[in-house]
């Protein structure tokens, strides 16, 4: 259970990536000392889901070219998901689906990617995980308010909704910068 959320910062060129810090495994709540993003030099994967998926992102993220496209980052992390077993094949050998569900970036745009095969473009900031709705909500209300809203206030005000009303997040708000200097 968690929340993933990125906004992007055009004045600044770069994404704001957020997640809360809890990682639950049925009645286990353990609280991360680590980002839920997998951040390497050209691109960064936020993933919901088993913190297995997590620890893959991590190795997959360390070999992306920046000529890469969203579809060739989602392809890869799906490779090495079905490499590790976690994604069951029917008896044609098709993919029978997965839970993979997370965010994609390459510090200047958004991708959601789910169990569908193509990552979808966001527009200012999304959200994936349990408490999306809630990270949404409160973001879209905020650049209601505020169309000039800054990045990070955005991302905070997005996932401190999600900690603070879904009972499946928790913790902190954890926020790195994407790409943390300017390559």
């Not at 999304?126 to 990070?152: H, L, S, V």
Request: charged share 25%.
């Amino acid at each position: 259970m968690t929340v993933i959320v990125a906004v992007t910062d055009p004045r600044l060129g770069r994404v704001f990536l957020g997640s809360d810090t809890l990682c639950e495994s049925g009645d286990t709540k353990l609280h991360l000392d680590r980002s839920k993003w997998a951040i390497g030099r050209h691109w960064a994967i936020g993933l919901a889901g088993h913190l297995r998926y997590n620890l893959l992102a991590d190795e997959v993220v360390k070999d992306l070219g920046p000529e890469m496209t969203a579809m060739g980052v989602a392809n890869r992390l799906r490779d090495a998901v079905r490499a590790d077993g976690a994604i069951q094949h029917d008896d044609k050998g098709q993919p029978a689906g997965h839970d993979l569900s997370g965010l994609i970036t390459d510090g200047r745009a958004i991708w959601n990617m789910d169990c569908s095969y193509a990552p979808l473009p966001a527009e200012r900031f999304a959200a994936r995980g349990i408490g999306r709705e809630f990270a949404t909500g409160a973001m879209w209300a905020a650049c209601k308010d505020d169309p000039e809203c800054g990045a990070q206030k955005l991302l905070m005000l997005g996932v401190g909704a999600a900690i603070e009303n879904c009972r499946g997040c928790g913790g902190q708000i954890r926020l790195d910068l994407f790409p943390n200097s300017h390559r």
